[in-house]
């Protein structure tokens, strides 16, 4: 197993939403379908994200209740918040917490895959690296704590900064970074003392 | 995080399918579509005194609602309304049942309206109980333009009855014979569905699914006993199709949280009160000509339901 720097072959970041998801919340509090527009603009990401955890089949259903969920929630909506990309994954975290039992199964079959799934043309170090990792990571996956699971996967895979995911959760930050580093000690743990994580290398561009 | 991002597992893009649902799901919530300008309707205006009776009214929403296809879909209840049922079932959990020797009292106001001729039927029942939930006593009679409900003209009913007092005369319905553990309750209502129990006859090949929410609807009107209750609201959540929708009137105009199921042919909601989750009452809005969207609407409203000292006795 190559540890891989962190800075090698990242992908480029989620460009941030354009600043105007309060806009279109506020908009449809008298026009209740402009609220369309929020799905439109990130739909596809939720659904990704619930796809990972969960499985396509799943997702398609979760996509459409978060956003239902959000509708019916947006006069709740901090409308100084002009990224509504943190409400939307907290939503969907939440209907992901109640499917506990799928997400631990996924993970348990990806694991016995883990090591079958790398038909993939491998195009660099790091994805070979991340192929190798699956198997385990998924094992890791599955045994840690959920809100610690929930706090990683916000930042690996939906991407989220710290305080976004914060904001997710509805946690302080110092939560957020105390669940990160107890969910890397954990994971360390699974890797034989190999932190997959590369958190110190991205932790102050990402806080 | 590039390795931890990167081991995660391969998923595709949703098909355009999934999203196209998914934004017509989030469309018509934001819409309200056709139903939203019937919703609107003043339900109180106009009232007038019919002599139709609640079981006439009954059956007439059972004939609208007679089913075809299920436009929701879905293995379960949507989350949404499962986070609505799970609380309404804990509410109905803390409830005290009635003392034994009481009788259990509930008034019933029942609507039509028929949107083409703009006639509004009015009639209310009141119902006497066992704590068992064995019906004992009913009195029905149309409702009075002064929007009190009086029923000393209607017909009545006396002594214990397989036929429950809602309308429905459905036989073998007997509250006290259901099961108050979720998933036994559950399998008895499917089987029933299944084998055309407890069902009107004409509506046998409707979808078990409907023909379930239906039946818990019917259940939830009665002062079932609070385990009961629950577990009507547990078991609706294995219900395939049912949603939520906010503010939606009953048959007095109070808007509440309403647990829906959407037909080809008009959709069915049992309403409970947003905070307390009580149960309010119910809406059908039903076509009876696909050209002219809505046709008609039939609501309920329970006025009342309370312990009572002896059948024919109010509280």
């Known amino acids: ?207 | 995080m590039t390795v931890l991002r990167q081991a995660a597992p391969e998923v595709g893009p949703p098909t355009h399918e999934a999203l196209r649902a998914g934004r017509v799901r989030l469309a018509e919530t934001a819409r309200g579509g056709w139903r939203a300008k019937v919703l609107r309707r003043p339900v109180r205006g106009g009232w007038r005194p019919v002599g139709a009776g609640a079981v006439a009214l009954a059956l007439g929403v059972a004939a609208a609602l007679t089913v075809l296809q299920a436009l929701t879909p879905g293995g379960t209840a949507s989350a949404a309304a499962a986070e609505v049922l799970r609380n309404a079932a804990a509410a109905a959990r803390a409830e005290a049942p009635a003392a034994p020797g009481k009788f259990l009292y509930t008034k019933t106001l029942t609507v039509h309206i028929t949107l083409q001729t703009g006639d509004t039927n009015h009639t209310c029942s009141e119902s006497w109980f066992l704590p068992d939930g064995t019906p004992w006593a009913m009195r029905t009679g149309a409702d009075r333009n002064d929007d009190r409900c009086r029923t000393s003209d209607g017909p009545s009913l006396n002594g214990p009855s397989s036929k429950r007092p809602d309308g429905d005369g459905r036989p073998r319905a007997d509250a006290r014979a259901l099961p108050t553990d979720p998933a036994a309750l559950r399998e008895r209502l499917y089987d029933d569905a299944e084998h055309g129990r407890a069902d009107i006859p004409e509506r046998r090949n409707a979808p078990h699914d409907f023909l379930v929410f239906d039946r818990i609807g019917r259940l939830l009107r009665m002062p079932v006993p609070p385990a009961l209750r629950a577990a009507l609201y547990e078991t609706l959540i294995t219900v395939p199709g049912v949603d939520v929708r906010q503010d939606v009137p009953d048959a007095l105009g109070r808007r509440g949280t309403a647990l829906v199921r959407t037909e080809a042919d008009g959709w069915l909601g049992l309403i409970l009160a947003p905070r307390t989750y009580h149960y309010l009452g119910s809406r059908a809005e039903s076509s009876f000509d696909e050209s002219k969207g809505v046709t008609d609407v039939y609501a309920t409203a329970l006025l009342a339901s309370a312990p009572v000292d002896g059948k024919f006795r109010r509280p």
Request: charged share 30%; proline share 7%.
């Open chain 1, 1 to 207: 197993m190559t540890a891989v720097p962190a800075h090698l072959d990242r992908p480029p970041r989620v460009p941030e939403a354009p600043p105007d998801d309060a806009a279109v919340i506020r908009r449809s509090l008298d026009e209740p379908e402009a609220f369309t527009a929020l799905y439109d603009r990130h739909a596809p990401a939720i659904h990704r994200y619930a796809a990972q955890r969960l499985g396509a089949d799943a997702a398609d259903d979760l996509m459409a209740e978060t956003f239902l969920i959000a509708f019916r929630k947006r006069r709740d909506y901090d409308l100084e918040r002009g990224n509504a990309r943190p409400w939307l994954y907290g939503i969907v975290t939440r209907l992901i917490a109640r499917h506990r039992r799928t997400e631990v199964s996924r993970y348990r079959l990806l694991q016995r895959l883990g090591g079958e799934t790398a038909a993939e043309p491998v195009e660099s170090e790091a994805k070979v690296s991340a192929q190798a990792l699956r198997g385990p990571l998924a094992q890791a996956l599955a045994t840690l704590p959920r809100a610690y699971r929930d706090t990683l996967l916000l930042v690996a895979w939906a991407d989220l900064s710290y305080e976004e995911t914060a904001t997710a959760l509805g946690v302080p930050v110092g939560t957020v970074r105390s669940r990160l580093s107890r969910a890397r000690a954990k994971l360390r743990d699974a890797f034989g003392g190999i932190d997959p994580t590369g958190l110190d290398d991205e932790e102050d561009d990402r806080g």
